[in-house]
DNA sequence: CCATCCGCAGTTTTT
DNA sequence: CTGCGGATGG
């Protein structure tokens, strides 16, 4: 492969990101731009025509099949190997660094990860442990705290006394919670990256080797870093030039820590660092870009960029008020026949929506007419009840000290051991300072159990320890049968004889399949067992459904997992105030834009056509609830937007003549809409309950609590929206 | 210690 | 309407 090879088939931006010089870079790819290929072909660039080593090249992305993808498109470009390079996930990285290093950060060789639902499970152990009332200091709340911190590069001593009651409780509980891990010799997902960043920190021969090492960083999704991860690779790059991509426009993980500010800051952070736009699309037809380009243009604050395509322009976007979420449901399900109809594919249908709960009812519409379906997210499979416990029985196998392991699994399957005998154990534990199953072995010794519960917490070390023996020196494979055998779990689960406990019986057999075709580069974890390997493995990818294009299926997602995909056809449902944007995001315009920014996302995911899909009411949580259409369809230019109008329904017509389009205009223009609170400074508060008139005439109609109905002018009322 | 009933809350997700 | 956690009875 020669120069002109790489550059075959790009278009002049791409080739400016491509050959770009070797100093910082941001390359800013609108959604179907060609963001992986400009990655790929860089790395190909840089290797066959810059001469850089492999070897010296780092590549970061978030998730594992992005790593995975990356990769083999790099081997295929340059057909050859990519085992030099270091490719992966940030967490993938960062855990290779601390395996090398497991010495200088004080870790045992073994360590396992903690996944968040093992590190939930420790957090409530230590309210337990400290007497901490759980109403008051929500589990889940704790842990945002203490993987917050982390995420700042706080350790418990650097949280200064702050006079605050409720500080000082979390302090106390994370400082609880640093000192099991380590007891444990377990990390979390944030500590893979803070340790892993202290490491290169603290020690400066070992950061000085690895700034040396790698000449060439490259990030994908880079709008999504959040802020350990930023502090990470910009200390592991030192000052070779950080080759970033990502589109600000497409940031939808706000809410998980990540900072948009790092791809807006960049060039500040990188003084000489270079701007590509990418606006080409590739992806959709015009009207689906104008569309996009539309509903972005609503929010602040942006790099700014405008998509473009040739070719097609396509149908115009298609937009159904259905008069309940059946009703939707039943015309989607119409839709895809229509489109199976006219010799289209399932499989080139997704279905977005904002949240999983929604899924439930337009599945039934399907499976009412016979089209098939997948449905992504949810319980993942290394996630699972039941192979979680399995791999608690491997990971006690494997080190004895892990107490999270101990714990979930003591009494899993059920061995009359209770809360009482567990609390004498972790008292035990504590005071003598020593992991549980030590602290057990200490109680048998001294015979300080009850005869019952000594019986059963002997069987059980027994149990593990027999099992450690025979199991030792044999085939992966056949260790976790075996331990899925002898552990019980196998015959605890097949017990229950419904559908979910075939499911579950099915997984644990699933699980000895994944460690049959596991396979592990024998120079990546060195000084490793293959089991270890494996546990390691287990925690950080956490099993993907894994394609499944070849089953004619049509695909159901969030709006969230669609990021990154295409599909000829996409029909986004749910597009009402409340559900999307979700009331959530009401209160902070940051999160409003998000939402919208998640709109856009959707939008840009459809290739040929898009149909967006409403519901005036839907039962939610039980309960009957009513809602306008989302803002974000009033946003589309309505010379975009075929209104497939419902017939009128008997009874009195909600929208008082205005079709749901114009609705959601005049919601935009006013920024105000029927159903939301406002206080007057005369009236006091009330609800808007109507609207009419657009820009300056804007009039709207709100029920005061106090004052009953009247009709106000908005540009004199000066109403104030309340939350 | 273990099964069953009641009350409550309830975006989005990767590692 | 679900699923989970806590309280209750066997």
Redesign the pocket.
Known sequence: MDVSDILTGLNPAQCEAVTAPQNAVLVLAGAGSGKTRVLTHRIAWLIRVEGVSPCSLLAVT?????ANEMRARVETLLSSSTRSMWIG????LA?RLLRHHWQEVRLPQSFQIL??DDQLRLVKRILRSLEID??KWPPKHVQWFINGRKEEGLRPQHLQETGDPAQAQLVRIYTAYEAACCKAGVVD??ELMLRSLELLHEKSELRDYYQQHFRHLLVDEFQDTNTLQYAWLRLLAGSSPVFAVGDDDQS??G??GARIEHIRDFQQDFPDAQMIRLEQNYRSTPYILDAANAVIAHNDGRLGKNLWAEGERGEILRFYQAYNDLDEARYIADQIKDWVARGGRRSEIAILY????QSRVIEEALIGRGIPYRVY?GQ?FF?RTEVKDALAYLRLITRRTDDVSFERII?QP?????????QRLRDQAREEGVSLWEAAAQLLTVNELTSR?AGAVQGFMRLIDELAQTVNGLPLDTQVALTVEHSGLLAFFARDKGERGQARVENLEELTNAARVFHHDPEEHTGLSLLDTFLAHA????G?GGGGAWDDCVQL?????AKGLEFPLVIMSGMEEGLFP?R??FDEPG?LE??RR?CYVGITRAKRQLMLTAAETR?L???QTYSLPSRFIGEIPPELINEVRPKPRIGKPVWSGDTPMQYARRTVDSGLWVGKHVRHVKFGDGIVIDQEGQGAQIRVQVNFKDHGQKWLVLAYAKLQPLV
Do not use: C, P, V
């Open positions: 978030f998730t594992n099949k992005a996930t940030f967490h993938g855990h996944d968040s759980e109403s997902f944030t939808i993980y809410w998980r904002r949240s999983n709960a997210g993942r996630e009494n059920a061995r009359s051991i209770g809360e009482r005998t567990l519960a925690a950080l990818e956490s993907e997602m969030t709006l969230h997992a979700h959530m995001s999160r998000e939402e998640l039962r949580h039980g309960q």
